[in-house]
């Protein structure tokens, strides 16, 4: 009996090592498996989670199912004036080129896409009221969101939050403060709005979109607000849109107060903006391809949006 019973205690024994062994086997070559199909290559450092895009790098991973862009990243580029203090952001979706002194941003950049604006516009696209305004501790002068209260001023997007529903982290980036202006309510929800919506649509027949928003400041006797009497209030703004596949543009100039007349009427050129601001916009084009689009406006090369009021 006793034989027997060691001998059976044996085979048991025997058994377990095997099973024991058969599994490890099997995670190790798990595990191999995972890593070689989770492996990035060596010369790409993006994040798979939540992908980070600049203006100066448009490499982008696309793990997520998210937007990939394909342009030229150099067209967000811009040249700005040595009387402006300056210091350029890069976000997820935007680069905004912001000035500590006046506390607010020179100018916006960012890339608008038929892709993206199916995203923005799809059922399970992210929701504005979901977001708060917040102040960037990483730039220098950015406001906090309630500096603006009680200015008799909207805290107004240069890029607007409709253009960055497609991301959560384009969402959270476009409220922050770096990306706001002192901005008339009646113009801010009027006709500056309603030409936000007709760029958005107009993404979707040209693909692609490259747009440059920002204020326009005297550079003499800047009328100031917020709590600190430090926020400067702009006198306009301005938007410039270039559509790269047609290598055609618009601009629009619109001053800070309600616009009588519909948003069409504000169409101008980019070189106007450009006397206007002193900003160099599409400066990486060549000197031919960029003279011809920024001399050039005519408002019926772009379908017309007329909302319900």
Same mark, same amino acid.
Request: net charge neutral.
């Given at each position: ?6 001998t ?8 377990r090592?095997?099973?024991?062994a058969?599994t490890l086997?099997?995670a190790?070559?798990t ?21 980070f895009?600049?203006?100066g ?5 696309n793990?997520?199912?998210?937007y ?9 580029d811009v ?9 350029? /952001?890069?976000?997820k979706?935007?680069t905004?080129?912001y !000035? %500590?002194?006046?506390?607010?941003? !020179? ?5 608008l896409?038929n892709?993206?604006?199916a995203?923005?516009?799809?059922p399970d ?6 977001? $708060?305004? $917040?102040?960037?501790?990483k ?18 997007h240069?890029a ?9 982290t384009?969402m959270?980036?476009?409220f ?6 002192p901005q ?7 006709e500056?709005r ?5 760029i958005h ?8 979109? /490259? &747009?440059?928003t920002?204020?326009? /400041?005297?550079? !003499?006797?800047? %009328?100031r ?13 301005? %938007?410039?849109?270039?559509a790269?596949?047609?290598d055609k543009?618009?601009?629009? &100039?619109?001053d ?25 916009f599409l ?5 031919d ?8 406006? !005519?408002?019926?090369?772009?379908p017309a949006?007329?909302p319900?009021?």
């Open positions: 009996m006793i034989g027997n019973n060691s059976h205690d044996t085979h048991i024994a025997m058994k090592y095997i099973y024991l058969a086997l099997a190790i070559a595990m191999a498996s995972c890593d070689s199909g989770n492996k990035q290559p060596a010369n790409d450092t993006q994040n798979t989670t939540d992908t895009y600049s203006a790098n448009n490499k982008r991973t793990n997520t199912g998210e990939q862009s394909t342009g030229e990243a150099a067209l967000l040249a700005l004036p040595a009387h402006l203090d300056n210091a350029t /952001v890069r976000y979706a935007i905004v080129y !000035n %500590k002194r006046l506390r607010i941003p !020179n100018c916006v950049a960012y890339e896409t892709t993206q604006v995203m923005a516009d799809a696209a992210e929701k504005r009221n979901n977001y $708060n305004f $917040n102040r960037d501790n730039v220098a002068g950015c406001p906090d969101w309630w500096e603006y209260k009680d200015t008799g001023y909207d805290r107004g240069m607007p939050a409709m253009d960055m529903r497609w991301n959560r384009a959270e980036q476009c922050l403060m770096t990306n706001i202006c008339n309510h009646d113009l801010n929800d009027g500056w309603h030409m936000e919506e007709a649509t107009w993404a979707r027949s040209a693909g692609r979109l /490259v &747009i440059f920002g204020p326009i /400041v005297g550079q !003499n006797d800047t %009328k607000t917020g709590k600190h009497h430090d926020i400067a209030v702009p006198q306009a703004f301005y %938007k410039v849109v270039y790269p596949k047609h543009a618009i601009a629009f &100039i619109f800070n107060k309600k616009a009588p007349n519909s948003w069409t009427n504000y169409a101008t050129t980019i070189h106007e903006v450009e006397r206007r601001t002193g900003i160099n400066a990486s084009l060549p000197d391809v960029e003279t011809a689009v920024e001399t050039k406006q !005519n408002i019926k090369n772009w949006y007329y319900r009021r």
